[in-house]
Nanobody, 123 residues
Framework: QVQLVESGGGLVQAGDSLRLSCAAS????????MGWFRQAPEKEREFVAA????????YYADSVKGRFTISGANTRNTVYLQMNSLKPEDTAVYYC????????????????WGHGTQVTVSS
């Protein structure tokens, strides 16, 4: 079993930056593709970004391209989300996800989910 633990959320103002972290613990016999999703109040959970297990390939939702950067030390199954130029519409609970296949992460059906960290951006 793999546990994902997110950290780094908080309350910031529009235009500020935050960096989220997610570390996988437990039985991690292989490197995983990892990613981030978010869910705002009364909205569906949506894809934000993903990174392949090698760390070479990254994928982003159009709404965050150019502002957010995903990175990771995949041999340690750790992933980061650097969020710049934050907007009030980025306010959501951010969830970490992991799966051996990055396409499965992108599709929103990863094997493992974290419990989420709250990001609130005030205007």
């Amino acid at each position: 079993q793999v546990q994902l633990v997110e950290s780094g959320g908080g309350l910031v103002q529009a235009g500020d930056s935050l960096r989220l972290s997610c570390a996988a613990s437990g039985r991690t016999p292989r490197p995983y593709a990892m990613g981030w999703f978010r869910q705002a109040p009364e909205k569906e959970r949506e894809f934000v970004a993903a990174i392949s297990w090698s760390g070479i390939n990254t994928y982003y939702a159009d709404s965050v391209k150019g502002r957010f950067t995903i990175s990771g030390a995949n041999t340690r199954n750790t992933v980061y989300l650097q969020m710049n130029s934050l907007k009030p519409e980025d306010t959501a609970v951010y969830y970490c996800a992991a799966d051996p296949n990055v396409r499965t992460v992108q599709a929103g059906t990863p094997t493992y989910w974290g419990h989420g960290t709250q990001v609130t951006v005030s205007s």
